[in-house]
């Protein structure tokens, strides 16, 4: 199973989702465009969108279009990236 999927797969029905954005970032993201994916996933993980924040998370984490080794973390919905 891809990381997407079990990603969506542990979020609640009761989730709020901006579909739109997520999708269009996850169409980027499977296409290897991570700059737009992670430009149109930002502002969504920064609203408390958890399918983006865990994208974004799983991004920083492989290094998929930011920097792998950038110290990251969640905190009250909101990814923190410090410098």
Not at 37 to 55: C, T, V, Y
Not at 59 to 77: D, F, N, W
Request: net charge neutral; charged share 20%.
């Amino acid at each position: 199973m891809s990381w997407q999927k079990k990603v969506l797969a542990t979020q609640s029905p009761a989730t709020p989702v901006v579909a739109g954005d997520f999708e269009d970032g996850l169409a980027a993201h499977e296409a290897g465009d991570y700059q737009k994916a992670f430009r149109l996933w930002k502002p969504l993980a920064e609203q408390g969108h958890a399918k983006a924040q865990a994208s974004l998370g799983w991004m920083y984490e492989q290094g998929r279009g930011v920097l792998k080794h950038e110290p990251v973390s969640i905190t009250a919905g909101v990814i923190c990236v410090q410098s």
